[in-house]
């Protein structure tokens, strides 16, 4: 799926928030590239930052320590967390869940860190946190509170 920050709220004044497109002429150049009567989604969410090289340092020294516990290799430890926290249903263009047309299993792929956000990330991190006090019985640091932010 395809995505792009085309435009920013401004909230200046709070009962009347305006949309302020980057570049509209591009906006209407994308609506048009569509034929007459295709379905589309428009979804407007907060954007956040992606990862911090904060976020990305603690992730390392997290899996650093783990793999030091565990005994095994940190790219292994890395794909395991990620396989274990990051899978998500495949979607199609509808945003349906996307099926096997064999088995009827619904597809899956693991996201990649590097497409999260600051807050999907601090959720990648605490769940890391939590897996390792409660199934290895290890305390890690917590992690900075301004990487929340």
């Known amino acids: ?9 401004n909230n200046a004044d709070p009962k009347r928030p305006v949309v302020e497109f ?9 609506l048009n590239s569509f034929k007459d009567g295709t379905r589309i989604w ?5 954007h956040y930052n992606k990862r911090s090289l904060s976020q990305n340092s603690t992730i390392h020294w997290y899996i650093h320590m783990i793999c030091e516990e565990t005994g095994h290799d940190e790219e ?3 794909e395991f967390l990620a396989k274990k926290y990051l899978t998500v249903s495949m979607l199609d263009q509808d945003g349906n869940e996307q099926a096997d047309p064999e088995t ?14 600051v ?3 601090m959720m990648f991190m605490d769940k890391i946190w939590m897996w390792a006090n409660d199934f290895l019985g290890m305390q890690l640091p917590q ?3 301004e990487m929340r932010k």
């Open 42 to 46: 428009v979804t407007l969410e907060k």
């Open 104 to 117: 009827g299993e619904v597809m899956t792929r693991v996201r990649g860190t590097s497409e999260l956000n």
């Open 76 to 78: 292994f430890m890395k």
């Open 143 to 145: 992690p900075d509170p």
């Open 22 to 30: 980057q570049d509209i002429n591009a906006f209407k150049d994308d």
């Open 119 to 121: 807050v999907e990330f």
């Open 1 to 9: 799926m395809m995505r792009k920050q085309i435009a920013k709220v």
